[in-house]
Every structure is written in C-alpha cells, then in structure tokens.
C-alpha cells in the first residue's frame, strides 16, 4: 500500500527536517514535495508500470493458451486500461495524506499554534493515519483489526524512534 509508504516518507521529512527556528512554510512544502514526488513517481508511474507488465503477461498467456490474438476484444481494452485506473488509485492516497500533514503546518504559519505543536500534532496524526489504514486493511481481508491497526502503526512508531536516533547522533557528531 502505497499510501504507508508515503507517511513513513512523511514521518521522516518532519523529523530529519524539523529545527524550532524553520520557517512552518518551508516544512509544510518539504513534505508535500516529498509526497508529490512519491506519488507522481512510485505512486502513480511505478505502479502502472508493474501493473502494466502483470497484465500484459496475462493477455499474452490466454492469447497462447487458445491461439488467438485478443487484441480487438474487451480483454485487450482492458488490459490497456485497468493499469492506468489502479495507478491512479494507487497515487491519491499516496499525495493526499501527506498533504494532510502538511497542512499542520500551516497552522503554524498561520500562527494558530507554535511550530513545535505541528511537529508534535504532525507525527501523531500520520500514527493515527497509519492506525486508521491498518485497520481498513484487517476489515478487508477479514483480520483481527486492532492487531491490523498496531502492527501498521508500528512501522510509524518505529519510523520515528529510528529517524530521532539517526538525526540525534548525526547532529552529535557533526556539530560537537
């Protein structure tokens, strides 16, 4: 799901660019890069190309199997059109929430709340974000949802913990 992805690329943008002193603006469009560029090119292009391959493989092994070109038929439009419908699937979620994350910041631009309270509201919205599409994923392939939900939003906790550490001991080292 294309769509955690470009959260946990979220959590990583807020907190490996986050500083008190930044410009809300700048972090907003820091992430809305990242989520556009995520979903315009793994979002959108990286999954039409695999879906494109998948279905073309398919036409290929049913065109062999009874001997016949299909290329006029349904199956041949349908081929060429359900790549370009699952990427453009894939590719909304993928722009849209972090677009949501980064709207916090405009709060803070806005000065409706501080810089430091987005940092905080942003990271507790992408684990809630993440908690709401585990559970979408366990009610559709009839999981348990809270084990769904917390192992989903797990990899944003973990996202997180690892990022904070990394940037920790980057700063310690490079700024002693």
């Known amino acids: ?7 946990i690329s979220a959590i990583g943008v807020n907190i490996g660019t986050y500083r008190e002193d930044l410009d809300p603006l700048v972090m907003s469009l820091a992430i809305i890069g990242g989520g556009l560029a995520f979903g315009l090119m793994s979002g959108f292009v ?5 879906e494109r ?16 070109s299909l290329k006029s038929s349904i199956y041949g439009k349908v081929t060429v059109i359900v790549p370009v419908y699952v990427a453009l699937m894939s590719s909304i979620g993928v722009i849209i929430f972090p677009t949501i994350l980064a709207a916090i910041y405009l ?3 806005s000065n ?16 809630l974000i993440l908690l709401i599409l585990g559970a979408y994923m366990a009610k559709i392939s009839g999981e348990n949802i809270l084990k769904s939900a917390l192992r989903v939003a797990a990899l944003g906790l973990g996202a997180i913990i690892i990022v904070t550490i990394i940037k920790s001991l980057t700063i310690k080292i490079l700024m002693p």
């Not at 391959?53 to 001997?67: D, L, V």
Request: proline share 0%.
């Open 53 to 68: 391959a998948e279905r073309i493989r398919e036409f290929k092994e049913i065109e062999r199997a009874i001997g016949k």
């Open 107 to 109: 709060l803070a631009y």
């Open 1 to 7: 799901m294309n769509s955690i992805d470009s959260i």
């Open 112 to 127: 409706i709340i501080s810089v430091g309270m987005a940092y905080t509201l942003t990271n507790i919205m992408s684990i």
């Open 46 to 50: 990286g999954t039409f190309l695999s």
